[in-house]
């Protein structure tokens, strides 16, 4: 903290006074640091111990603060003394008092350290510039049916200029083509008229939206905030954009696939076919032009099946009910039979089941399609493990086949001709994507799926339904997951919203989700870099581009703040104003290791700060005890350690390293996608090497931790600590 | 106030949409009615379909409003009254006294003088805790509270004493702000349908029979029994869909989450105890979309048993257990499954708040969502039963409402 | 493989029987599970409200268990669809009786245009003895004696002739319907037929079914009172007669009509009639007052037996009181209101609701031949 005007205080309140030494803890920031001044308060949350120190900012000119107190779960908003002064709350009340042993020599020891790697945090970091650029809050919004248009619509009326490209000749999607549409409004049992010619009308009467039909988008060039989108048609132009929303909607499942219900049959038709058979105003048989006397409707055609699509299209059960009540209608003594494996109407549309299931002339029944066949003028269903019967065939004029979704992402025709184990992520980056976006990105030109059976551009996380893996293009409606128009339009909107803070945050050089807001930014020290592209090809977000000599270009606007890249890095050239490699490899440094005869080992900890952290915390909340040897360092993300840190580790004496971070695997919970398991890669090299240098590759431990497992942290720590024993103290102590 | 935004509700929804809208600008008021923020998912042990934490979501949550000075979060808070019009509504919110004042530190030591106990809501009233405490673990604010309906009051006292910071405070009253806002979203959620009501399926009457909600209590490692479900190993446990929705003596709706949640608390189950049998009752699993996945993946365990067929009643058994009755409607026969546990997946009721005049309501208590043009919003299962991913979702995009005043 | 067609027609008649609410039902099968009068291994009425919904009359016609139902309606009580199966089932036994009935009379008795004929033919026919067979001035002679007006010879003349013709179609219907359970469940017993009766008799007289009703569990004692009623009454009315027989055959002498109130017979008389009315008058206050949900619906037919079965008794009883207080004009005319309801009810009674007793014991004697999950 040489060139920085640092004020330690140190609280003795919550049971620190008791656990350590405070006046040797000041002791020691006298001796080691160059502090300008060190305090300590019993009760330094006060706001007289608060104002203590605004005044000591005021009057000694500080620019940066240690705050050796509690964690930040309580009293988060106290210690803020503006933009200006750099904070560094060090934990020694969850991480220390409230997790060892009251006034034991290894407390004081371990309270000692923290202060010692917080001196040495905040002598490696500055102030935080935020990268500011001029950005466009123009939204683009690819697909003109009920989703784009509402998006369109949000976005105009929130007053951002919106491009709406479509590919066809005019807007609406699929909903133009739709008799009526499912409830959405009280009492949640009627079939509401079709409101798209409205919604398309306000869209073109909207004066902040351009729309563009029979466009589609040649190439996205740049970064959120600054997308060069070139729109063809006929012609091409370019216009910048700030965000895009993808709402291309969805496609049948092909219907020739279907052989297995009799697709190829002239009087077997998709509920797609059916819907277009209404709206048009005659329902007839397509193979004679007579009118229907009895349908039949199969669910899950198509849908639910390893065969076809896997999962459920969720709405074909509502459409089948709406499209029985227009055969109904217009056929008052025609038969409507409904064949499903289960009645899918979840939430309101329960009652919209209920009321058209009140019509006598629609017959429903649980069953398991065998096979649909001719017979003579009419068609035979045969129906297995029926309600009605374990074998039953049902006759029908017409057979309406619920066929389900896919999304219009997702192209079967893109092929990698390598088997599923070989394939690299960029491999995976191009299979089967349609060509939407076209983003001139380093990791592909379109939005990953979710997962391989699953063929959606959806978001992996529960609570973050739009974090996707490209900051500032965000997926919405049956493009992203099977869904109808009432979740389309609900879903179009938060990504709408989505878009115009991504706008709003990038313009402001801030990060998006998860690390919102925050204004740091990796820099990367060129001159150094050797092109071996691991920062590439490593970030999950595509933010890196390479130039031809594999230079990576950094779009800080595309960039999550992970640091993955960083960890990556074997050059160490990577870092940020307020986390680097000189900032964590001081730290561990700072750390003092007790010398081999001192019968004491020292583990060095590497958490991630988004689950492991806090349940870390949350064991010093539940005052549960763990060894005194561990020294606990948070990550932005696992993803973010580089192994130089571990070299510093095992130089510096540390008899082993244990990193925590989040589950990874097809569930995974890392918030940057692959930082937990790329971590997980690196120590497995790192383990080779120790093996190498004949140290034992146990020596590091890559663990897991979910933040409700507070418990399992001392069965970690303690857990390594008794395998530690077992083995020599690290032989490289003291060199 | 047209650049500023009040959301009713500090569970996952209203924390969204009040994150949401301050990330692209606004000044967002939270006004919560519990002591911490978190509602209902702090409470649940795992997400479906990935099995994840809930804690989880909501700390990074959290560390957005720690970093976030345009929230301002109102715990222990309700919303009296609303009156003017959109761009200019005039909301009154009233705080009431959490008898702890802002000097706590969260040490602790109150708690361990505290000499009454009461039912601990958080966990559902399946353990006791201390009438002054911390909401939970992973409660935001991290401050203690007294429940006074425990409390013995002043009179009592040790609190009082053993906290260094004068931190306790016996003369705080109610207190009401007058907030003025540009539009309204109302993220007030669920409670649980009363299984009670539920009278042929024995909740409160017979051993063992529990709720959904307490399950992922039962089954949480910060649970009141560490994860460990029950006291015993569980060998068989039903799970009873449908309990209270799809009913038109209860719930009419179907509550849309309760099939994924069973699922769900199956895995629970059969992760603990290997050796374990699950009975899953239902009359249609209703796993849609992507979730279908969830299912195959436990039609594929050989000691799940998925018996499409309503419970009818559950009775009283021998050596402690309970008994399920069912028509097995693919088996076609009734039968009667003796188990260790029987979990009611019960439904989700919206929550009625105190302000009568504002917002409508339909016959069910969710609030229309139709009411867009006039700046009065609901979001997630204020507005309709679904499931957490489908509530944050909405919770994002009616932020876009309060935009575009 | 089975060919189903559904029939709407069908549906729409369940519908219009009572089973208005049959749509409503998604198959849930809490109905079945909360019977508990329903057999395990082939539990109703789920399944049977499926063919009714698919109009498959060929299902339920010769469904042992429509008759096994004896509309407890804790189906319909706790049914979360609102669909009553309870009442369908009833709808159901209704066209079911319909069907079976002799010459398909049954359809007669339920339809309520049909009533004043159907009254009217014992009316005339009893005007026709009274006409013919009554003594001259029997209005004034004292003490009343009502076969004065309506000799018994007379009467039986009629009622025996149509008892006979009730009985035939009692027994037609019987064994149209045991054709038809043959027919759909197989003809292999496990139980000898004369044990099946017995053990049918058994729960017939313990009323062993309906005593597992729950939420309508006060009309089993109910029921039990009109049943025990009603038999002793109508032995009361073959005990006179035959009285009357032997006295007339010459086999003995016993004591003739008038009996005197300590007769065990007019005990027996008035103990059945007073039993029995207690009996209607719980069971209709209850369908008057109770949500139908919980008793039922009351169709046409239900109705037109209730009124008939009280009106059979209390014109009985009103009849007997204006005989002992001696005036003579209501006593007849009522008597002879009596006579024409007692016609009604019994020659009828293969057609009407009554015949339930007939159809329920025979599906109860056939499920007692076989052995089935209790």
């Known amino acids: 903290m040489s060139d920085k005007k640092t004020g330690v205080y140190i609280c003795s309140g919550c049971g620190l006074g008791e656990a350590f030494d405070v006046a040797a803890l000041e002791k020691t920031v006298g001796d080691e640091f160059n502090a300008a001044l060190c305090k300590s308060s019993g009760f330094l949350c006060e706001e007289a111990g608060v104002n203590e120190i605004k005044g000591d900012i005021r009057n000694e000119g500080l620019d940066a603060v240690m705050i050796a107190a509690c964690s930040t779960r309580v009293n988060y908003d106290v210690f803020d003394f503006g933009e200006k002064i750099l904070v560094e709350r060090v934990d020694l009340r969850e991480k220390v008092a409230w997790c060892q042993d009251e006034g034991s020599e290894d407390t004081l020891d371990m309270a000692k350290d923290y202060l010692r790697m917080g001196a040495a945090k905040l002598k490696e970091i500055e102030l935080t510039v935020p990268f500011v650029q001029d950005v466009s809050d123009t939204i683009l919004v690819i697909g003109g049916g009920v989703a784009g248009m509402t998006s369109a619509l949000g976005a105009g009326a929130a007053g951002h200029n919106v491009l709406l490209v479509e590919k066809s000749d005019r807007l609406g999607g699929f909903m133009r083509g739709m008799k009526k549409t499912l409830p959405r409004n009280a009492p949640y049992i009627n079939l509401e008229e079709n409101s798209i010619e409205q919604l398309t009308e306000e869209v073109k009467a909207d004066r902040k939206i351009s729309v563009h039909l029979n466009s589609i988008i040649k190439s996205i060039v740049g970064a959120p905030g600054m997308f060069d989108v070139t729109i063809e048609n006929g012609a091409t132009s370019v216009v910048r954009a700030g965000a895009v929303v993808v709402a291309t909607g969805f496609r049948p499942y092909e219907k020739e696939k279907l052989t297995d219900f009799g697709s190829d049959l002239p009087d077997v038709v998709t509920s797609v076919e059916f819907e277009g058979m209404a709206a048009s105003g005659k329902i007839v048989r397509p193979s004679n032009g007579e009118p229907v006397g009895s349908a039949l409707f199969v669910q899950c055609a198509g849908s639910r099946d390893k065969k076809h699509l896997p999962y459920c299209s969720s709405i074909c059960c509502s459409v089948s009910l709406k499209q029985a009540l227009y055969l109904r209608e217009e056929y008052p003594d025609s038969s409507a039979t409904i064949v499903y494996k289960d009645i899918r109407t979840p939430g309101k549309m329960e009652l919209f089941y209920k009321q058209a299931q009140l019509d006598p002339g629609i017959f429903l029944v649980k069953g398991e399609i065998d096979n649909v066949t001719r017979d003579g003028d009419n068609l035979q269903v045969h129906v297995n493990d029926s309600l009605l019967g374990p074998a039953v065939s049902l006759k029908a004029d017409l057979v309406v086949l619920a066929t389900g979704m896919v999304s219009s992402t997702y192209d079967a025709s893109v092929t990698i001709d390598k088997p599923e184990d070989q394939m690299t992520d960029d491999d995976r980056a191009k299979s089967g994507k349609a060509s939407i976006l076209n983003l001139q990105y380093r990791k592909g030109p379109e939005l990953p799926h979710l997962k391989e059976e699953f063929a959606f551009p959806d978001s992996h996380f529960i609570c973050f339904p739009y974090e996707t893996q490209r900051t500032g293009i965000y997926a919405a409606g049956s493009a992203r997951s099977p869904q109808g128009i009432a979740d389309s339009i609900d879903d179009a909107l938060g990504a709408t919203v989505k878009a115009i803070q991504s706008v709003k945050l990038v313009g402001a050089g801030k990060a998006v989700s998860p690390r919102a807001g925050d204004t740091s930014y990796p820099d990367f020290f060129l001159q150094r870099c050797t092109q071996c592209k691991r920062c590439t090809v490593e970030c999950p977000f595509g933010t890196l581009d390479e130039d031809k000599k594999g230079t990576p270009k950094p779009n800080p606007t595309r960039c999550r703040r992970c640091g993955i890249c960083m960890g990556a890095c074997p050059e160490r050239i990577i870092s940020f104003a307020n986390y680097s490699i000189n900032m964590i490899s001081s730290m561990i440094k700072a750390i003092e290791a007790p010398d081999e005869f001192s019968g004491k080992l020292r583990v060095l900890m590497f958490v991630c700060e988004n689950d492991a952290m806090p349940a870390i915390e949350m064991a010093g909340l539940n005052r549960l005890k763990y060894d005194a040897q561990v020294r606990i360092i948070p990550l932005r993300c696992l993803g973010s350690t580089n192994i130089v840190w571990i070299a510093d580790a095992l130089a510096a004496g540390f008899d082993g390293v244990i990193m925590l971070g989040c589950k990874h695997g097809d569930d995974y919970q890392c918030h940057f996608v692959k930082g937990s398991e790329l971590a997980e890669t690196r120590m497995s090299k790192v383990q080779e090497t120790l093996d190498r240098l004949m140290l034992e590759s146990e020596r590091i431990l890559v663990e897991s931790i979910s933040i409700n497992e507070a418990h399992k942290v001392p069965e970690i720590i303690d857990g390594f600590m008794e395998n530690l024993s077992d083995m020599e103290p690290n032989p490289y102590k003291g060199f | ?89 005039s909301v009154v919110v009233e705080t009431s006294p959490r008898y702890v004042n802002a000097r706590c530190t969260a040490c602790g030591d109150c708690e361990k003088v505290c000499p009454v106990k009461g039912k601990d809501p958080h966990n559902y009233g399946l353990s006791e805790i201390t009438a002054i405490r911390a909401p939970h673990k992973m409660a935001m604010p991290m401050r203690y509270a007294i429940d006074m309906d425990v409390c013995e009051g002043e009179s009592c006292g040790k609190c009082v004493t053993a906290c260094k910071y004068g931190a306790v405070d016996f003369a705080m009253k109610p207190v009401r702000t007058t907030l003025v806002v540009g539009s309204v979203i109302y993220a007030t959620g669920w409670k649980p349908y009363d299984a009670g009501k539920i009278e042929n399926l024995g909740y409160g009457k017979i051993a063992n029979v529990v709720t959904n909600v307490e399950m992922e209590r039962l089954a949480a490692p910060d649970g009141p029994n560490g994860g460990a479900i029950m006291d015993k190993p569980v060998k068989k446990v039903a799970f009873v869909q449908c309990a209270g929705s799809r009913d038109e003596n209860h719930l009419p709706y179907c509550s849309s989450v309760c099939c994924m949640a069973s699922l769900k608390q199956a895995t629970y189950v059969r992760e603990r105890y290997p050796d374990s049998e699950v009975y899953i009752f239902y009359i249609d699993l209703r796993a849609s979309g992507k979730y279908q996945l969830f299912q195959d993946k436990l039609m594929g365990d050989s000691n799940v048993h998925f018996i499409k067929g309503k419970v009818a009643k559950v009775e009283d058994g021998e050596h402690g257990q309970a008994v399920v009755v069912a028509e097995d409607i693919l088996g076609g026969e009734k039968i009667r499954v003796a188990v260790d546990l029987v979990v009611l997946a019960t439904g989700m009721e919206p929550v009625t708040t105190r302000d009568e005049r504002l917002p409508d309501r339909d016959e069910y208590g969710f609030i229309s969502a139709n009411q867009g043009r006039n700046g009065i919003h609901s979001v997630g299962v204020a507005k309709s039963p679904v499931d957490v991913t489908t509530t944050i979702r909405d919770a994002t995009g009616s932020v876009v409402k309060a935009l575009c005043l | 493989m089975s060919v189903i067609q559904p029939d709407i027609g069908v549906s729409l008649r369940v519908m219009e029987k009572g089973g208005d609410s049959l749509q409503k039902c998604f198959q849930c099968g809490n109905c079945s599970a909360i019977c508990d009068v329903t057999p395990d291994d082939d539990p109703f009425p789920r399944r049977e409200m499926l063919y009714a919904q698919w109009g498959q009359k060929e299902k339920l016609l010769g469904n042992v268990n429509v008759w096994l139902c004896h509309q407890c309606n804790d189906c319909s009580f706790h049914c979360p669809g609102g669909a009553n199966p309870g009442d369908v089932m009833a709808a159901v036994r209704n066209l079911s009786f319909q069907h079976y009935s002799y010459l398909g009379f049954g359809r007669y008795l339920s339809d309520p245009k049909l009533a004043p004929l159907l009254l009217a033919i014992p009316a005339v026919l009893i005007a026709l003895v009274v006409a013919v067979g009554s003594l001259p001035g029997f209005m004034s002679m004292k003490p009343i004696v009502f076969s004065n007006m309506a000799p018994v010879m007379a009467i039986d003349l009629i009622f025996i002739p149509a008892m006979v013709f009730a009985v035939v179609a009692g027994l037609a219907g019987i064994i149209a319907i045991w054709r038809d359970f043959t027919a759909h469940y197989g003809d292999e017993r496990d139980v000898a037929l004369i044990k099946a009766v017995w053990l049918t008799l058994l729960g017939v007289l313990r009323h062993d079914k309906m005593k597992k009703c729950v939420v309508n569990a006060p009309r089993t004692n109910a029921h039990l009172l009109l049943f025990y009623g009603f038999f002793a009454l109508l032995a009361t009315t073959t005990l006179v007669a035959l009285m009357h027989w032997i006295n007339l055959l010459g086999i003995a002498s016993v004591a003739e009509t008038p009996l005197p109130l300590s007769h065990p017979v007019k005990v027996l008389g008035n103990i059945g009639a007073i039993t029995a009315l207690s009996g209607i008058y719980i069971i209709v206050t209850r369908r008057l007052t109770l949500n139908a949900k919980q008793v039922g619906g009351t169709l046409y037919y239900d109705s037109f037996f209730g009124v008939v079965l009280f009106l059979t008794i209390a014109t009985g009883i009103l009849a007997e009181l204006f005989r002992l207080v001696d005036y003579s004009f209501p006593a007849f005319a009522i008597y002879y209101v009596h006579l024409v309801f007692v016609f009604t009810l019994l020659v009828y009674a293969p057609f009407s609701k009554f015949a339930h007793m007939l159809y329920r014991a025979t599906a109860l004697t056939f499920t007692n031949t076989r052995k089935r999950k209790p």
């Open chain 2, 1 to 89: 106030m047209s650049g500023s935004l009040l959301v009713i509700g500090g569970g996952i929804a209203g924390m969204t949409s009040a994150l949401e809208a301050a990330e692209c600008g606004l000044k967002v008021h939270l006004v919560e009615k519990d002591f911490s923020l978190g509602g209902r998912v702090l409470r649940m042990n795992r997400y479906f379909p990935k099995l994840c934490p809930p804690a989880c979501g909501v700390e990074i949550n959290y560390r957005r409003l720690r970093s976030n000075p345009d929230v301002e979060v109102l715990t222990n808070s309700e919303v009296v009254s609303i009156s003017g019009v959109r761009g200019e509504f």
